[in-house]
């Protein structure tokens, strides 16, 4: 159902709900994994007709006006880090949400509280 199509009171429910939801600010992470599989080099090493050794996994971050940095992640703490990652993408979609509940709220004339 479009944002639209809901009752102001239904609009500020959702948003109440969605602010009650947000993950712990504390455990975000914004970038990507990245898994990689690498050869070595040895002529008689399984990697030369196999994926190659790994997977080695990387956080891929992005800031804004800067290059990309890539660093290396344990495979002992990959899943802890892809939460966190999934945390940010979660965060980001409810925020953008709340932003177009709040948008259609003043589009109505509506008090946003």
């Not at 939801?21 to 090493?45: A, D, F, M, Q, W």
Request: proline letters at 7%.
């Amino acid at each position: 159902m479009k944002i639209q199509d809901l009752s102001s009171t239904a609009l500020r429910h959702r948003r109440r709900h969605l602010a009650r939801k947000l993950p712990p600010i504390e455990r975000l992470l914004r970038g990507s994994l990245v898994e990689t599989y690498k050869r070595c080099g040895r002529p008689n090493c399984h990697c030369v007709d196999g994926p190659g050794h790994g997977p080695k996994r990387y956080l891929s971050i992005s800031q804004p006006g800067g290059r990309p940095r890539r660093d290396y992640v344990p495979n002992a703490t990959h899943e802890r880090v892809a939460q966190l990652i999934d945390n940010f993408r979660k965060l980001r979609g409810m925020l953008d949400e709340i932003c177009a509940i709040n948008a259609e709220l003043l589009r109505r004339r509506e008090d946003l509280e």
